[in-house]
């Protein structure tokens, strides 16, 4: 990061970002305070557990300084979201032969 025509190096990890200070002289890491702007689109977590959308989980991520990442999107009980589509696809395609 460019402060003031300094460089400054700052690692933010744990789903946090790097925010500039007021002053400019500085920046630190800081977590996602509210993510009630952003839209409901469910993943599951690394964890195995869903979260309402990306930002939740990085919010939880940094809160408890564990590494979670996405492992898709759509809620965990559902490993391949699209499988009852493609089995039944399969079916009917298999069928009409």
Do not use: W
Not at 3 to 21: N, P
Not at 27 to 53: E, F
Not at 58 to 65: F, G, V
Request: net charge negative; with cysteine; proline share 5%.
């Amino acid at each position: 990061m460019h402060v003031g025509g300094l460089h400054i190096s700052v690692t933010c990890s744990y789903g946090s970002t790097c925010v500039q200070s007021s002053d400019g002289l500085s920046a630190k890491c800081m977590c996602p305070l509210s993510c009630d702007d952003k839209p409901d689109q469910t993943v599951c977590g690394s964890d195995g557990k869903d979260y309402r959308n990306e930002c939740e989980l990085h919010q939880q991520a940094c809160k408890n300084q564990k590494n979670i990442r996405v492992q898709f999107h759509g809620p965990c009980g559902e490993s391949c979201p699209l499988l009852p589509f493609l089995l039944v696809s399969c079916f009917l395609l298999v069928g009409q032969s």
